[in-house]
């Protein structure tokens, strides 16, 4: 498990990053979190945000997608840097597991009507399932 | 139609006109290559295939929301304050990719410019509900 006190540590140790600033001035979350970006001689930008919140734990999902899709290395690499070893190249990262698409749970919570943390505990499918039961018995 | 640029300054209002009465116009300017003058109704139109897939993920602290589209998440305590999240991530991502062309010429940014758009056209209701709209093919 990681903290966003991790992730920060990883993008000040990693070299590259800077800090950019928040372009949406007045709007209630967007001050709750540093953003960050590196340039690789590519030319691709990777770019990330720290939640100011330091001490929570991210989640495993999306620490997945941070350290893949976001920070573009694997999860041993991240985890070599926090922990101040030299990192040991070519090591998979880790998979995420099947996410619930987004729309199914606006769906779940505000149509159905069901109860946030009813919703937590479905895996995909039975998410599916509920939803489907609910549009069966609407017809 | 094509038209200069000088032509286009000076007569713009009735291009304008055209432009919201679905008459595109394409307007060059020498070494600087071509714009088009668009009307929203008819952009929000193009840009509807592009759909938004966010994935939820319900964590041990709470609730985060990946969104593959433009590689950014929201997050929060619970799912309404990481939908928020998320939609104020989305309206930082845009300023970032108007105001920096580096990052909007970047490989692996440049394919985000069809949602990019989707998003500056639409205001935060109409983003949210954009955002976690049920796929058509669902239905």
């Known amino acids: ?139 | 139609m094509t038209i200069v640029f000088s032509q286009a300054r000076d007569t713009l209002a009735d291009l304008f006109d055209a432009a919201v009465t679905h008459a595109p116009t394409r307007i060059a300017r020498r070494r600087s290559g071509e714009a088009v003058l668009i009307g929203r109704e008819d952009l929000l139109e193009l840009t509807e295939p592009f759909a938004f897939r966010p994935a939820v993920y319900f964590e041990a602290a709470g609730v985060s929301v990946w969104l593959p589209e433009l590689e950014v998440w929201g997050r929060g305590p619970d799912f309404e304050s990481a939908r928020e999240d998320l939609v104020d991530e989305v309206r930082q991502y845009v300023e970032e990719y108007l105001a920096d062309e580096r990052l909007r010429t970047a490989p692996n940014h440049r394919p985000h410019t069809p949602w990019v758009v989707k998003s500056l056209l639409l205001d935060d209701e109409e983003l949210d509900k954009a955002l976690f709209a049920e796929p058509a093919s669902t239905g």
């Open chain 1, 1 to 139: 498990m990681a903290t966003f006190r991790d992730l920060k540590t990883y993008l000040e140790r990693d070299g590259g990053w800077e800090e950019i600033p928040n372009l949406v001035r007045g709007r209630r979350r967007v001050g709750d979190h540093w953003r960050y970006r590196r340039v690789l001689p590519d030319g691709t930008v990777l770019r990330t945000k720290v939640s100011h919140a330091l001490d929570e734990e991210i989640g495993a999902d999306l620490l997945g997608h941070i350290v893949r899709d976001q920070l573009g290395t694997t999860m041993q690499h991240f985890r070599d840097v926090v922990a101040g070893r030299l990192p040991e190249p070519g090591t998979a990262s880790e998979e995420t597991p099947e996410p619930i698409p987004g729309w199914l749970v606006e769906r779940l919570i505000h149509t159905v009507g069901l109860p946030e943390e009813e919703v937590r505990a479905m895996s995909p499918e039975e998410a599916r399932a509920a939803w489907e039961r609910y549009r069966g018995g609407e017809q």
